[in-house]
T-cell receptor, first 112, second 112 residues
Framework: LAKTTQPISMDSYEGQEVNITCSHN???????ITWYQQFPSQGPRFIIQ???TKVTNEVASLFIPADRKSSTLSLPRVSLSDTAVYYC?????????????FGTGTRLLVSP | DSGVTQTPKHLITATGQRVTLRCSPR?????VYWYQQSLDQGLQFLIQ???????AKGNILERFSAQQFPDLHSELNLSSLELGDSALYFC???????????FGPGTRLTVL
């Protein structure tokens, strides 16, 4: 399973764009990149998933360069409610994304 | 509301005891996953079941066991409890092959 590395914490202010980068140097060909969000004492919540280039949904964008050794989760115009821990994971689609490995995540603090 | 239910919400017990945590997946989801989240270990994958059969195993101790019943609900059994087993236990469910796992609200286990 590819290991991921993320910054431990990030600070931002309301209305700013936040970019959280994840490193996954040994990502395999069949691996997809998935991001989850977790609020205190709640289960993680799926945000976005991608394989290459750019993926966008109503919540975030995911940028993946051609070598796929890293990815960047972009949160546009964050609000206080975006304060949470964000996890980057890689998983093999061929195995049904079993055994998701959640790293330590990035703790995002959004201030007024 | 993810559609995944877990009971009980809180559980306080003593060392050496045995407890059972219950999870009901989202309607139609055949895959059920169990995770343990403690302060010092982060979110750890324990085990996955698919349609009643064990599909993948993570860092699950031999004192722990799980099963998935014909109605697709799952139970996680923890025995010979130790202080270090105190944690939040999450259940998640998903459609096979889909990277999005839906997490329940968790069961907070306190071992005294």
């Amino acid at each position: 399973l590819a290991k991921t590395t993320q910054p431990i914490s990030m600070d931002s202010y309301e209305g700013q764009e936040v970019n959280i980068t994840c490193s996954h140097n040994n990502i395999a060909t069949n691996d997809y990149i998935t991001w989850y969000q977790q609020f205190p004492s709640q289960g993680p919540r799926f945000i976005i998933q991608g394989y290459k280039t750019k993926v966008t949904n109503e919540v975030a964008s995911l940028f993946i360069p051609a070598d796929r050794k890293s990815s960047t989760l972009s949160l546009p115009r964050v609000s206080l409610s975006d304060t949470a821990v964000y996890y980057c994971l890689v998983g093999d689609k061929n195995t049904g994304f079993q055994k998701l490995v959640f790293g330590t995540g990035t703790r995002l603090l959004v201030s007024p | 509301d993810s559609g995944v239910t877990q009971t009980p919400k809180h559980l306080i017990t003593a060392t050496g005891q045995r407890v059972t945590l219950r999870c009901s997946p989202r309607s139609g989801d055949l895959s059920v996953y169990w995770y343990q989240q403690s302060l010092d270990q982060g979110l750890q994958f324990l085990i996955q079941y698919y349609n009643g059969e064990e599909r993948a195993k993570g860092n699950i101790l031999e004192r722990f066991s799980a099963q998935q019943f014909p109605d697709l609900h799952s139970e996680l059994n923890l025995s010979s409890l130790e202080l270090g087993d105190s944690a939040l236990y999450f259940c998640a469910s998903s459609v096979v092959g889909d990277p999005e796992q839906f997490f329940g609200p968790g069961t907070r286990l306190t071992v005294l």
